[in-house]
């Protein structure tokens, strides 16, 4: 075939280039629009309009040519502006593409995109030079439409990647398309069975901006599928993993924006589940590591305020070196003011940004579904929850919530077709704050093993001395956090072979506390289990400090046979001072009584407004004075904001519970009712008398708990 003659035949087709090329050639001589074309495409004019017959002999030879100048040409406003005889570049392309596809040629995908959105997508890392375009499609104007020109989608769309994960084996596709209103290449992971099913694509990939609706999904799986037919060898396979912590045998650990390993070459991205990534982002570097530092040099002279931290950075401990240790959380249960927020975001600061808003402080008071997603997504990091009175006394939540925590994975749940649908794992320990401890809202047994929950106010009483410290302690960490954490992380790579001696460590620490406290222990399993949980938290503390030189708490000091840590000393202590586990007529009047320091206005006395009474009357007496010598609770109000409080009617075997444990002033006779004169709410010298309960002053004051 000579360029004379120009003519190209495929079968029953049959078209001559060389009219169509001279008609261009001549229109372009004398087009203004070819002032306003890029550097490129002028290149491609002026061959055009120099030698005719070299360039129709390129295009009956390279039809991917024809595309891509016709295509340029066609999106030029200059040549737009002139009416219909723009449309002969189109033309041309379309004749092309014919061309190709009746000889079952597939033009390369940036090709046939052209080089506007090939060089957008490529700012996306998303190369089209590797994928080719079936040869039953065609893409112009911006679309993709069929050999016969019906239109599938106005916007390209492909299958860019298949993401693998590297846990379960898993596949999703990552779904590109270019966003026709705000100019640019947009992405989705969702899973294969989303992606090529037509009932689900356009619900899987709508919200995002795809350019999928009800009307083309089927189209457009039919593209999908001959796409990914053709380019299955091109599409690369990018190793995911969808939560963060550990994976790989505990060779790799995943962060939100980092890949942590001993090995250079790990090729593994994180790809968190849908909706969780605004929930992992807070795990980031903030601030710098001298400002941490000065915060933990603050926090020195609160030992308490210390467990918290250690607990933080013993969850990642967890999966890779003491694998036979039971998970845990520890629970700071507190007035407000107390300090037990700022005690978890000190924790908290060891991975990320410690707050309770769009921090990673997440909240009691989300679904059990939702608090499960997040374990899973975690994996391996604390999870931190706050404000457990959010629960809305929801015992059975809590229950549910410290049982997964502690057994590594959600309850199972069957399918329709007889199988067990998969159940994420994670190892992770746990740290909850609120207005009580949560023993208080659960009965369950099992519950009192698995929560360490701190007795002391973890700075102390409040006072104006210790408080500027405290918000010094609290800004020092919402400003520089993260840096710890993957610096311990470091550390536990690097050091894979001190991975036993640790865990031998560990086991001698539980071996010795078992000796010391064996009479406690036989009569109380829940001592010896709980007893190695501050074994755990002895073992780490003395890493962080002594291997990693974090600086340590008011009252350490090391022998040459061991290290004394007023924080673990003082948890030992509360572990082992009798029944552990706070029962529930302690954890009740925990709860009323900080239910009644909230409401002290309801008090005769305490009033803020003088002969005004509350709505629903005094709930008792309290004096004004410091020195008060007790506080006096009408005993029917109290059985009414108790059976508030817990949702169940008051029995009065609990009363007398709190009586017998020194919670409630006996009368003479022995009882818990006291017979109290109160002031009337509306005239002042009407005195009237009131069956109380007297909870002594020291009992209001007090800070440590236990069953003894």
Not at 577 to 590: E, L, N, W
Request: with cysteine; charged share 20%.
């Amino acid at each position: 075939m000579g360029a004379a003659t120009l003519l190209v035949s495929n079968g029953n087709m049959e078209v001559n280039l060389k009219p169509i090329v001279q008609e261009m050639m001549d229109f372009l001589k004398g087009c203004p629009g070819t002032a306003q074309v890029d550097g490129a495409s002028r290149t491609l004019l002026q061959s055009i309009t120099s030698n005719i017959d070299d360039v129709a002999e390129a295009m009956v030879h390279d039809r991917e040519g024809v595309e891509l100048l016709c295509s340029r040409l066609a999106r030029f406003d200059g040549l737009r502006a002139l009416g219909s005889r723009a449309a002969l570049f189109t033309d041309i392309a379309k004749t092309a593409r014919r061309l190709t596809a009746a000889s079952n040629m597939e033009t390369s995908l940036a090709v046939a995109f052209g080089e506007y959105l090939t060089d957008a997508a490529m700012q996306h890392s998303i190369d089209l030079t590797k994928f080719r375009m079936p040869s039953k499609f065609m893409a112009y104007n911006g679309g993709i439409y069929t050999a016969n020109d019906s239109l599938i989608v106005d916007a390209p769309i492909i299958i860019a990647a298949v993401s693998k994960d590297v846990d379960t084996e898993l596949q999703t596709y990552k779904v590109a398309w270019f966003d026709r209103i705000n100019g640019q290449w947009c992405h989705i992971h969702k899973p294969v069975s989303e992606i090529m099913n037509a009932r689900s694509i356009h619900v899987a990939l709508a919200n995002s901006g795809a350019p999928v609706t009800s009307e083309n999904a089927r189209a457009t799986v039919k593209w999908l599928t001959e796409f990914r037919s053709l380019n299955a060898l091109q599409i690369p396979i990018e190793s995911v993993v969808r939560h963060l912590g550990w994976t790989q045998n505990c060779s790799v650990f995943v962060m939100p924006d980092e890949i942590l390993s001993s090995s250079n070459n790990v090729a593994i991205n994180h790809l968190p589940q849908d909706g969780m990534k605004p929930r992992l982002d807070p795990f980031r570097v903030g601030g710098s590591y001298a400002g941490w530092l000065k915060g933990m040099q603050l926090l020195a002279p609160f030992p308490m305020a210390f467990l918290g931290f250690y607990t933080a950075c013993a969850s990642v401990f967890m999966e890779p070196v003491f694998t036979d240790a039971e998970p845990f959380i520890l629970d700071y249960g507190f007035e407000s003011g107390s300090g037990k927020t700022t005690s978890a975001q000190i924790a908290g600061a060891v991975w990320g940004y410690p707050a309770t808003m769009k921090g990673i402080l997440f909240s009691w008071e989300d679904t059990y579904v939702s608090t499960m997603a997040l374990m899973s997504a975690l994996h391996s990091l604390p999870l931190i929850l706050d404000e457990s009175q959010r629960t809305k006394n929801d015992p059975k939540k809590i229950d549910s919530v410290v049982h997964a925590l502690t057994q590594g994975r959600d309850r199972s749940r069957g399918l329709r077709d007889g199988g067990v649908k998969e159940t994420a794992s994670f190892k992770m320990l746990g740290i909850s704050t609120g207005e009580n401890s949560i023993l208080a809202f659960t009965s369950a047994g099992g519950v009192a093993a698995r929560v360490l929950a701190v007795r002391a106010r973890p700075f102390g009483p409040s006072n104006p001395q210790t408080k500027p410290i405290v918000e010094a302690v609290k800004h020092a960490f919402l400003e520089n956090h993260g840096h710890f954490g993957p610096m311990l992380l470091k550390y536990i790579l690097d050091n894979k072979e001190e991975w036993a001696e640790w865990r031998e460590e560990w086991k001698r620490a539980c071996h010795t506390y078992s000796s010391t406290y064996a009479g406690k222990i036989s009569g109380n399993a829940t001592v010896g289990r709980l007893i190695n949980h501050v074994a755990l938290l002895h073992v780490v503390a003395n890493i962080v400090h002594l291997r990693l030189g974090v600086p340590v708490p008011q009252g350490w000091f090391e022998t040459e046979t061991k290290v004394v840590n007023p924080a673990i000393q003082a948890l030992e202590r509360q572990v082992t001072a009798g029944d552990v586990a706070i029962s529930r007529g302690v954890s009740t009047f925990m709860r009323f009584r900080e239910h009644i320091v909230n409401n002290m206005h309801r008090f005769r006395g305490r009033e803020e407004r003088s002969n005004m009474a509350p709505p629903g009357g005094w709930l008792g007496l309290w004096e004004s004075t410091a020195d008060y010598e007790a506080v006096y609770v009408s005993i029917d109000a109290a059985r009414r904001e108790i059976a508030f409080l817990l949702g169940v009617p008051v029995a009065d075997e609990l009363l007398l519970t709190w009586t017998d444990k020194g919670f409630l002033g006996r009368n003479p006779e022995g009882h818990y009712a006291h017979s109290v004169e109160i002031r009337t709410a509306y005239d002042a010298e009407t005195v009237g008398t009131i069956q109380c309960m007297k909870i002594p002053r020291e009992q209001m004051l007090r800070a440590e708990w236990s069953d003894s």
